[in-house]
Every structure is written in structure tokens, then in C-alpha cells.
């Protein structure tokens, strides 16, 4: 019951607040020609239709999370069904084709039953809900798809699973003593106010906008980004919080004058690194980490993206 009063309160709101400047209506359809067209058509033929049939993990990792033994997972695991079904949303507005949205459809009510009682959705275990990996940046991504396909489909089933993900969320970092920052890895996990953001302007929970705000106010903590005073600042101040005099405001500037020429002076003249070559080092988490499950059998990240892979 209360589920449905959120999603009929959500329908009011949504259909009250004004459009913001550029917003895509979720209307738009498009349709490409030529070798663009092509392109869509073979990615929804040997992608789309076929990447959660040929690696069933990206579901089933879900349903196992809290299983012994204790699943091996890379620490970004829960994005991969995220970010497919972002893709797959998006791809419905290019194509004509009608095998794709019941597709997509049938992939989504998967997704949904592997929710749990308390609104996680993720690949990890109990005691770890949310508190650490890259598990929020994965949330972030699915709870995006499910926004997304709510505002396609009007689907109530997808806005319910995103809210009752998003009051977890909420009750784990708002309504407690913890920090979105203090889950690690900052640049990924405090990218779901995104997610929130968007779930806010659909139902106008002043909850989610309370959530949004905290995690806005933690990017000014050091190595958290400080995004959103850089952006009002016009990129003159740099990320320690500091305007920099050397670098003309580049956002990217964290260091003194002679660190930043000597770091230039190494990368042109030293071997290629990871910060030259954008490739990570061999001993990051992403270089050393497991793969995700036994039938994720797609190359690490580090190495897919030397292959072309994305």
C-alpha cells in the first residue's frame, strides 16, 4: 500500500514540476541510416539480444550473494546488469525493432526478484551491504536503468524497486552515523546523488533531496572531488579548494607548481604509467582483482580496454 501511495504521489509530481533547460524528452525516437544505422542494428544483434543470455552471472551473482562460499567478486560487480540495461533503454529509442523492449522487459522483472526484503540490490553479501567494494557505484547504475525504464514504460514495479533501493540508502548513510564517503572509493560510490537526484525530481521525497545534499557537502572532504564548488566557481578553484594560480583554474590541478613540472617532466620523458597510458597499473584493484563469477568470462577491465573492449 505504501509503495503504490509513493508511485501515484510520485505521477503528481512528476506531471507538476517544470522542465529544466535541455531536458531530452522521453518521447524522443530517432532513427539512423546508413553506416550509423548499421552500427545500432549490429549492436542490438550481437549485444543487446544476447549478453545477459550468454552471461547469466550478470543476474544470478544477485541471487548468490549470500551463499558459501563466499563468492569471488571484482569490487565493481553489481554495475554490469546496471549499466547493460542503460544501454538497453537508451537503444529503444534508436530502433524500430520489436524484439528489444520485451527483452528488456523480461531482463528487468529478473533483476527485481533478486531484490531483498530490505531493498538491496547488489552482488554482496549481508554484512556488507553498501559499506564498501564499488557496491553504492553499482546501486547508482541499476537504480538509473530502473528510473529510466519507469520513464519510458511508466512501469510502477521498476519505480518501486528503485525507491525501496534508494530508503535503503537513506537509512544506511542519512538516518545513521556513516558517511557516503567513508564506503571508499569516492569517485565511484558518491556518483549515486545522480541516481537520487533524478529519483527526487520524479517523486519530491524531501528525503532523497536531504541525501543528495549530504553527498554534495562530502565532496568538499580532501580526495572527495569538491565537484559542485569547482563547477559554481567556474573551474577556478582547484580540488583541494584552493584558486590556482599556475594551471589558469583546471578543475584537475591538485598540486604545487613544481610538482605539477616535475610530474610533466617524468610522464614525457619516463616509461608509460597509467596516468599516460589510461590504463590502470598492474597493481590496482582493478589489475589484480578476481573475475567477477565463474560464468563472467569477459577479459578484466584493464585488460578489455587494451583489446578495445569497453
Known amino acids: ?13 512528476a506531471q507538476e514540476r517544470p522542465a529544466m533547460p535541455m531536458e531530452m524528452p522521453t518521447s524522443a525516437h530517432f532513427h539512423f541510416g546508413g553506416p550509423l544505422g548499421d552500427r545500432v542494428q549490429a549492436n542490438l544483434d550481437n549485444w543487446l539480444l544476447r549478453a545477459p543470455l550468454a552471461n547469466l552471472g550478470m543476474v544470478e551473482m544477485f541471487r548468490r ?24 533503454v537508451q537503444a529503444c529509442r534508436m530502433t524500430d525493432d520489436p524484439r528489444l ?13 533478486t531484490q531483498a526484503e530490505d531493498g538491496y540490490l547488489g552482488p554482496f553479501r549481508k554484512e556488507e551491504r553498501l559499506l564498501g567494494h564499488w557496491d553504492l557505484w553499482g546501486h547508482y547504475h541499476v537504480m538509473l536503468a530502473l528510473l529510466m525504464w519507469h520513464e519510458r514504460t511508466s512501469d510502477r514495479a521498476a519505480l518501486a524497486c528503485a525507491t525501496k533501493l534508494a530508503d535503503l540508502v537513506c537509512s ?40 543528495v545534499r549530504q553527498i554534495a557537502k562530502e565532496w568538499e572532504l580532501p580526495g572527495a572531488g569538491d565537484y559542485l564548488r569547482v563547477a559554481l566557481d567556474g573551474g577556478r578553484r582547484n580540488r583541494g579548494g584552493r584558486v590556482c594560480t599556475t594551471c589558469r583554474g583546471l578543475s584537475s590541478c591538485t598540486r604545487s607548481p613544481a610538482t605539477r613540472s616535475t610530474s610533466r617532466r617524468s610522464s614525457s620523458t619516463g616509461p608509460a604509467s597509467a596516468t599516460t597510458t589510461g590504463i590502470p597499473a598492474a597493481d590496482s584493484p582493478r589489475a589484480s582483482a578476481p573475475s567477477a563469477t565463474r560464468t563472467l568470462t569477459a577479459p578484466s577491465r584493464p585488460a578489455a580496454r587494451r583489446r578495445g573492449w569497453r
Open 172 to 211: 544506511t548513510y542519512l538516518d545513521a552515523d556513516r558517511r557516503v564517503f567513508d564506503a571508499g572509493s569516492q569517485e565511484m560510490n558518491m556518483a549515486i546523488i545522480h541516481s537520487l537526484g533524478r529519483l527526487y525530481r520524479l517523486t519530491g521525497a524531501e528525503r532523497y533531496l536531504r541525501m
Open 65 to 88: 550473494r549470500d551463499r558459501k562460499p563466499v563468492p569471488e567478486l571484482v569490487p565493481w560487480a553489481g554495475e554490469f546488469v546496471g549499466k547493460y540495461l542503460i544501454s538497453a
Open 1 to 13: 500500500m505504501l509503495a503504490l501511495l509513493l508511485i501515484n504521489a510520485a505521477t503528481a509530481f
Open 101 to 113: 523492449e520485451p527483452f528488456v522487459a523480461g531482463v528487468l522483472k529478473e533483476l527485481i526478484s
